[in-house]
């Protein structure tokens, strides 16, 4: 068979394909596994996170997860509850539009929605080094403590925000990146929603 032929040429890109197809498929099965606990030890280090409840590793993670969580699934949400210090809170998993893509996280907070315990980003496709700052520990500690009148804490976005972090934990607010306005105000949304979510029973 002539290399310079149709039918050579179609043979050896057939040949190729398949022999490429065949070593990711069995790279993709030889990580499922891997894939699944990492994927595991993601939801668990912010659920514990979201909590307060510290961990050294992901064997330790596992071992608090399951000694003093709670998980719970209803209408397909997903919500946990954990005693941290005498008081109960409850935590979500809440989802909502970015300014590129969705932006999940897990809150706590106390059942009646007055007091957030913690918040941690479990996914987000915003701008590094802007939007992405939700990340960030000075942001996410805002929140932390902070109180929510009426279920809702207020995001100080675009103009109003200092890009500083508000250690008024009984303002009922708190600050905006600098820079990542939209985002911002998508991430108050996401928290005031996921609020009324622990109000309403948490996975209901």
Known sequence: MKKDSTLYVVLFTFIVCAIFVVVLAVANEGTKGLVAANKQFATQSAVLGAFGIPFADAADASAKYASEVTEEKSAGYRSWKATVAGTGYTAVEQSGAGLWGTITIILAATPDGQTVRGVRVLAQLETPGLGGRIEEPWFLGQYEGEKAPDGKVIMKAGAEASGKADADKANGRVEGIS??????????????AGLERIKAGGGK
């Open 179 to 192: 820079g990542a306005t939209r985002t911002s105000q998508a991430f108050g949304s996401i928290i005031d």
